[in-house]
């Protein structure tokens, strides 16, 4: 398929094909782990990173945001890069799936329809006290999960979160994966030695020894985020197939699931992201996936050579590469019969708006 490309068995993208009452949800969090300076270009500055998760809401759902004064965007010279929920907005507007706004965790709230796991946001993890409700969250969207089931074909579900790469490197860390240095970032200089340093203090002041056999629970709450267990849980619940829309933070969720279940069948699950994850120099995806399972990734390419608005062009140089579902709710919108160059359009439009 044009625009496409898969890593692993295809099988499970024969089937989504064929299906037709998807559910999009984008997950949102917050975690204090974003205030530290040069973690995360989700944001125009640290102290805005916290609006972000509610803002991508906001716009998914209903095309404006209301929590701040104007989209997110990360401040490049020349055009700015558009936030990825421009993208995602483009893309699910052009396929008409269902919608939901999960709020495991924020600190800013959207301003939205939405269904909250949970009123407490995550803290810096370096403080080895992240999240205090992670098997609560859990549970209640492993029961989301099951309810979904018996409504709609298949789910897809994304993220929103600043510095979601460094708390999805602490658990990868944390349950024993080799990913140092292999997760992604919004900039096209990746902090791994910052992300690194952050990951090591919060390990250490809880007590942690990186291991296989640790509790997935005891290393979320220390070096995690409430998006993590979110996803873990609807993709654990679901009983029809689960699209994971995004790179190394919903690998990290994978993880999760593995650490829970170690028989898990990945079979009915994969991951949908961005080419601009999957190619990342910086990073490496693939590696960390091939640690967990056999989980098959596609990667979509939307051309943004071709794009009109001088902002998408960002992409190809570095920035953002993904969030908010935004691979996935493309990869949606392939599974549902539009051509990457509708999509592509569809994104142009919209960010020229």
């Known amino acids: 398929m044009k625009g496409l490309t898969t890593y692993g068995s295809d099988e499970i993208n024969k089937r989504l094909q064929e299906l037709e009452n998807p559910i999009f949800i984008c997950t949102t969090a917050t975690t204090e782990t974003s205030n530290i300076p040069g973690i995360s270009g989700a944001g125009a500055s640290p ?42 907005k483009a893309s699910v507007d052009l396929c008409k799936p269902a919608l939901l706004i999960l709020d495991a965790g924020t600190e800013i709230k959207p301003q939205t329809d939405k269904l909250t796991l949970s009123e407490h946001h995550g803290k810096n993890i370096a403080t080895g006290k992240a999240v205090c409700d ?31 790469t460094t708390t999805a490197l602490g ?14 970032g919004s900039m096209p200089t990746n902090p791994h030695d910052l992300k690194n340093e952050t990951v090591k203090a919060g390990l250490e002041k809880a007590g942690i020894t990186p291991s296989k056999d640790n509790d997935p629970f005891d290393v979320i709450a220390a070096v995690g985020d409430p998006m993590l267990p979110a996803v873990a849980g609807v993709a654990m619940g679901a009983e029809v197939p689960v699209v994971l829309a ?6 990290s969720a994978c993880a999760i699931i593995k650490a829970l279940d170690p028989e898990f069948d990945f079979s009915n699950i994969c991951l949908a992201t961005t080419s601009f994850v999957v190619k990342d120099e910086t990073a490496d995806l693939l590696d960390i996936v091939s640690q967990i399972g056999d989980i098959t990734v596609n990667a979509v ?53």
Request: proline share 3%; with cysteine; hydrophobic share 40%.
């Open 246 to 251: 995004g790179g190394t933070q919903l690998a």
């Open 301 to 353: 390419n939307p051309c943004f050579e071709k794009a009109r608005y001088g902002g998408l062009k960002n992409y190809l140089d570095g920035f953002v590469k993904e969030g908010a579902g935004a691979g996935g709710a493309m990869f949606l919108a392939l599974m549902m019969g539009h051509d990457i160059d509708e999509v592509r359009e569809a994104i142009d439009e919209y960010c020229s708006k």
């Open 47 to 88: 102290e805005l990173t916290k609006f972000t998760p509610a803002a991508d809401a906001e716009l998914i759902l209903d095309g404006e945001v209301k929590c701040m004064e104007s989209i997110p965007e990360t401040v490049v010279e020349g055009d700015a890069a558009p936030t990825p929920s421009m993208l995602t």
């Open 134 to 164: 992670a098997e609560d969250i859990f549970q209640k969207a492993f029961d989301l999960g099951r309810t979904l089931s018996d409504t709609q074909d298949y789910i897809v579900i994304g993220e929103t979160i600043a510095a979601g």
């Open 171 to 184: 658990v990868l860390i944390g349950l024993g994966y080799d990913a140092w240095g292999k997760v992604s």
